[in-house]
């Protein structure tokens, strides 16, 4: 298993955000942790990534202990956070966005290669490569996020709230680059996402957060046909094999 989380709990102060969490997520996977606004899941990612660290619990990272560790010592290691909100470098221009993601690769002289990697999957980076990076739409300072990590050469790559803020269409477009950054370089992606019914039709496997605490756990195909999921986490909706939505009256409590 290339991530292991194990009975991780985090405080902020007297709040504990996160209680007892174990999760796995498998080397070229693409796992999605799903659950409302104030579940856990961004404290989560934060605790792999070394930006809070973990009141008890474990987070192993291809068999090594990484909880407690500084942020960018995590990062050297291959676990790179895309944040919440994108927080690209506003008055930077896109290109020194970039660069800035491989400021601690020891081999930077394959950084060319993987611009030009880099602008194959957002070719809209390369129209804009002098622009600064506040100037850019929200879709665009997406990309350019997800970019400048991808240049940190990530072997685990977390993308808190990827969709936040974006249109469906340019969600639609973000998940699509997601899946085929994972089915090209093989990169394990763990993402956090609100937009339960693209991330069931994108991800593999999936954890559902609530109050702190994981309530369900699967595979994708199995979570998509609970009927808690369907009914509280896909808007009142379903995903069919064909990845369509099928909706349906929302309840009200989680059972």
């Given at each position: 298993m290339l991530l292991s989380v194990r009975n991780v709990e985090t405080w902020?102060?007297?709040?504990?955000?996160?209680?007892?969490?174990?999760?796995?997520?498998?080397?070229?996977?693409?796992?999605?942790?799903?659950?409302?606004?104030?579940?856990?899941?961004?404290?989560?990612?934060?605790?792999?990534?070394?930006?809070?660290?973990?009141?008890k619990g474990s987070v192993e990272f291809d068999g090594a202990a990484i909880h407690g560790l500084d942020p960018d010592v995590v990062a050297r290691r291959g676990v790179v956070l895309v944040p919440e909100g994108r927080q690209v470098f506003p008055f930077l221009s896109v290109r020194e966005n970039l660069m800035m993601g491989a400021i601690?690769?020891?081999?930077?002289?394959?950084?060319?290669?993987?611009?030009?990697?880099?602008?194959?999957?957002?070719?809209?980076?390369?129209e804009r490569l002098d622009q600064q990076g506040g100037l850019l739409s929200g879709g665009e300072q997406q990309m350019l996020a997800i970019g400048r990590a991808l240049m940190a050469q990530p072997r685990l790559l977390l993308l808190d709230e990827p969709s936040l803020g974006l249109s469906p269409l340019l969600t639609r477009e973000i998940f699509r680059i997601i899946a085929r950054i994972n089915a090209e370089t093989g990169t394990t992606i763990l993402v956090v996402e609100q937009n339960a019914a693209i991330a069931l039709a994108t991800a593999h496997d999936g954890y559902v957060m609530e109050l702190g605490r994981i309530v369900a756990a699967g595979t994708c195909a199995e979570l998509a046909q609970k009927t808690d999921v369907q009914e509280f986490y896909l808007g009142s909706a379903t995903v069919a094999d064909d990845g369509r939505v099928r909706r349906w009256k929302r309840r009200k409590t989680w059972r």
């Open positions: 902020y102060g007297p709040i504990n955000a996160i209680k007892g969490v174990s999760i796995d997520v498998a080397a070229c996977r693409i796992v999605t942790v799903l659950g409302a606004n104030g579940a856990g899941k961004t404290t989560l990612l934060k605790t792999i990534a070394g930006v809070v660290d973990p009141f601690a690769r020891a081999d930077k002289s394959s950084a060319a290669a993987d611009l030009d990697r880099i602008f194959g999957w957002f070719p809209r980076l390369s």
